[in-house]
């Protein structure tokens, strides 16, 4: 009797300890460590895991969470799917107001159909009701880093396990497993294959804009994206000691200018390598960056 007082005291404590779902919360991957995403297998990860430093969409000092998988058998790697358990994504993501999960995506060797599962557990950690995104994203291997949107409202998902009959927006508001998982199928696990798949800044949004950072006055453009002989940049007016810069995939600066007193910029790219760039717009008033593609 005294050790189940003692064992519920202790699960009743690390219940309370455990960190919770809060709005706008971002799993960077610049502390180089994993921020709870497994695959469920340690020691594997070591080696299926790596998390650059450099690299991401913003290139130099941009660190990531990339993942490739075994490609072959049932065990942990085996399937494309990652995920976070009784850590910084349970909780209740509707009473937090979160609408949406955004991530910067990137897949390397093939194509990945992406979903987010979520489930609620029971107290063995094992997941009792589990819901997937009904529509995946798709990310086309070699398409460099893209910003998805997942809306997570209820009526988002489809219930693909449920042997505690829970509604999806019951799990949505006890949330004990979040997964990122590579699927055509709707399914809870992830289809095996050989894949990497890398993700940078997982973020709990309250807002189902693609770009939340930047308001509409202050927001440059970029015309026309992709683009084959020029890019042109409509500035805000408010900037002062304006700087375009431009990066590639690999964090390289290849273009750098100051700009002041401008409202537009061309810069002529017809002999830029094809590919994904960075721009970035640095003034007094912050800093905006964008994705543009040269054809
Ligand atoms: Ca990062």
């Known amino acids: 009797m005294k050790t189940k007082l003692l064992l519920l005291t202790l699960l009743l404590f690390s219940t309370a300890m455990i960190a919770q779902v809060t709005a706008n919360q971002v799993d960077d991957f610049e502390d180089g460590t994993r921020q709870s995403w497994e695959i469920g297998n340690p020691v594997l990860a070591e080696s299926l895991i790596s998390l650059p430093a450099d690299g991401g969409p913003d290139g130099a000092g941009d660190g990531y969470y ?5 490609g072959a058998g049932n065990g942990a790697g085996s399937k494309c799917l990652v995920y976070s358990r009784g850590a910084q994504w349970s909780g209740d993501f509707l009473a937090q107001g979160i609408v949406a999960i955004k991530m910067d ?11 987010l599962g979520f489930a609620e557990l029971d107290s063995f950690q094992f997941p009792i009701t589990q819901i997937v995104t009904t529509n995946p994203v798709v990310i086309t291997a070699g398409s460099g880093w893209q910003q998805v949107t997942f809306p ?7 219930i693909v396990e449920n042997s ?28 095996n294959g ?30 026309p994206n992709p683009a ?3 890019l042109n940049m409509n500035l805000p007016s408010n900037l002062s000691n304006t700087t375009i810069s431009v990066f590639d995939v690999l964090g390289k600066r290849v273009y ?23 721009v970035r ?13 040269k054809q």
């Open 66 to 70: 990339s993942f490739t998988t075994t």
């Open 105 to 115: 995506v990137r897949a390397l060797n093939d194509d990945v159909t992406l979903r």
């Open 152 to 158: 997570i409202q209820p009526s988002d998902f489809t």
């Open 164 to 191: 505690s009959g829970l509604t999806a927006a019951q799990v949505l508001a006890s949330v004990g497993e979040m997964r990122i998982l590579s699927n055509t199928s709707l399914s809870w696990f992830g289809e």
């Open 194 to 223: 050989l894949r990497t798949m890398e993700f940078n800044d997982i973020t709990a949004s309250t807002t189902l804009s693609t770009n939340e950072n930047v308001q509409d006055t202050t927001e440059f453009s970029i015309s």
């Open 228 to 230: 084959t002989t020029r």
């Open 256 to 278: 750098s200018k100051e700009v002041d007193a401008l409202s537009t910029a061309t810069v002529n790219v017809s002999n830029w390598n094809s590919g994904v760039y960075l």
């Open 281 to 293: 717009i640095s003034s007094d008033e912050g800093t905006q960056t964008k994705r543009f593609v």
